[in-house]
């Protein structure tokens, strides 16, 4: 409640970095519940050992995750009191660059995170409990949402930027990173449907 009453403020902290991190975390909560449905059932015993390495992989994704969402309340802090000076301030004109990259390294790390849940569901197809193949596609769902919401997130900082360079780079890593996520969730999608 205390978050989403934070979310609805009018405060740039947190925003959609957060909500990008939160959403990444409920995809390894679902994906870690569909294993927990799975992993002792005696006909799908020969999955087991992949079962428990996942378990493992998406309970520390789960700590990144949540942790990221934190980090990117603080990056954008930073821009956000640079955004308050003029901009012919030196300190503006020096930390400017420096501030949003920081700033979108955050949801670029949100995106490859989500890449790598997705991945891992992906290794779930036909590998779990049946009765939860739309918590499957729910958990896919919730890691591509986070990895678009981190998209937005690099689109709107690398926008300020005024290395062009360096904008075009961020822009293109967050667009290929994104068409991996879409496409992973969409087969997952599709494989789970009945």
């Given at each position: 409640?205390?978050?989403?009453?934070?979310?609805?403020?009018?405060?740039?902290?947190?925003?959609?970095?957060?909500?990008?991190?939160?959403?990444?975390?409920?995809s390894?909560?679902?994906?870690?519940?569909v294993?927990?449905?799975?992993?002792?059932?005696?006909?799908?015993?020969?999955?087991?050992?992949?079962h428990?390495?996942?378990m493992k992989?998406?309970?520390s994704?789960k700590?990144?995750a949540i942790?990221?969402?934190?980090?990117?309340?603080?990056a954008?802090?930073?821009v956000?009191?640079?955004?308050k000076l003029?901009?012919?301030?030196?300190?503006?004109?020096?930390?400017?660059?420096?501030?949003?990259?920081?700033?979108?390294?955050?949801?670029?790390?949100?995106?490859?995170?989500?890449?790598?849940?997705l991945?891992?569901l992906?290794?779930l197809?036909?590998?779990?409990?049946?009765?939860?193949?739309?918590?499957?596609?729910?958990?896919?769902?919730?890691a591509?949402?986070?990895a678009?919401?981190a998209?937005w997130?690099?689109?709107?900082?690398?926008?300020?930027?005024?290395?062009e360079?360096?904008?075009?780079?961020?822009?293109?890593?967050s667009?290929v990173?994104?068409k991996s996520?879409k496409?992973?969730?969409g087969?997952?999608e599709q494989?789970?449907?009945?």
């Open positions: 409640n205390q978050f989403l009453d934070d979310l609805a403020s009018k405060q740039p902290t947190p925003g959609g970095g957060a909500v990008a991190g939160v959403l990444a975390g409920l390894t909560a679902l994906g870690n519940m294993l927990a449905y799975s992993h002792d059932k005696q006909s799908l015993e020969e999955h087991h050992e992949l428990e390495d996942c992989f998406l309970n994704a700590e990144k942790a990221l969402g934190d980090a990117d309340v603080e954008y802090e930073k956000s009191a640079l955004w003029s901009k012919d301030d030196p300190n503006r004109i020096e930390q400017w660059d420096t501030a949003l990259a920081e700033a979108i390294q955050i949801p670029l790390q949100t995106m490859e995170l989500s890449n790598r849940i991945i891992t992906k290794t197809i036909g590998k779990t409990n049946g009765m939860l193949a739309s918590d499957l596609a729910i958990a896919a769902i919730l591509e949402s986070s678009r919401t998209y997130n690099v689109g709107i900082n690398s926008d300020q930027m005024d290395c360079i360096q904008k075009n780079e961020f822009n293109e890593q667009t990173l994104l996520c496409e992973l969730a087969l997952i494989s789970c449907k009945v």
